[in-house]
């Protein structure tokens, strides 16, 4: 089992490492990099109202896997993407790179960037982890969260308890791999050859490398957050396996559903969504079904 495997299984497949099935079309967003306090971060915004909607990315991703989410959202209110931290044209940031230090660098970078609260935040994959952080930190400037086949805080001890991982290994190699001690130890050393064996983009590896390092303690920190009864929140989960058939894919994939309903029903006003032909690209895989999510939430809003 490879070390993308690994990914895949405890916080979703680094979204550079997928393909993109739609050609790109129309007018970019105009991004501005805004120091934040020591380091730069770049965001982008389209569009005008509000609420503003906040789009953020996966683990090795970009603002571009939200591009079709966006365009077709800024007829409808603002809506920005932004590069955390050590990705694109962002700088790279001190550690640790924990969901709940990622959502305070975004409270920063928007109200430097003067975008008003209260926020719709949109987080694929690894990017659920950081909203959900930025919903129990900001609770009052939070109109809803949409959650796209983001990880359960679980994930990990699940998988590693489970009967099948202890079958196929034995000896513990693959949590062994995930230690965030030697994880860490990776930021200091040429990135290039692990960019490639993932497949993605080498300009974010600082930001994918740190945030790995820092998964279980942002796991920990979910496990602790606490959120404000009334935010509307929407999981959307895929529909296509991710791995080919056979029992660890059955199991996993039961695993990452059950997971994700868990989530929705942790929040009172709640709705759950399959994305049946998406695999874990859903924003670039079925965007429109993204899209009717958060205007639906707009909607409920101000009707």
Known sequence: MSVYLLLLVLAGPPAGAASDPIMAHGSEPEGRRIDIGGHSLDIACLGQGRPVVILDHGLGGSSRDWRYVQRALASTTRVCTYERAGYGRSDPAPGPRTSMR???????????????????????????????????????????????????????????????TRRIDPHGSLQALWDSALLGSLSGIDLQPFARLLGNRSNSMQGLLGEIAGFVESSRELRAARYREEIPVVVIAHGRHLLP??????????????????????????????????????PLEQPDLVVGAIERLIRERHP
């Open 102 to 164: 990622i959502a305070s660098e975004l409270r920063t970078l928007v109200f430097r960037a003067k975008l008003p609260p209260p926020y719709l935040l949109a987080g694929h994959s690894f990017g659920g982890f950081n909203v959900r952080a930025f919903a129990s930190l900001f609770p009052d400037e939070t109109a809803g969260i949409v959650l796209v086949d983001s990880p359960h805080e679980e994930q990990a001890d699940r998988f590693f308890q489970s009967e099948i």
């Open 245 to 282: 058939g056979g029992a660890l894919s059955e199991q996993l994939e039961d695993q990452w559903l059950s997971l994700q309903q868990d989530l929705a029903s942790r929040f009172k006003h709640h709705r759950f969504i399959v994305a049946e032909r998406s695999g874990h690209n859903i």
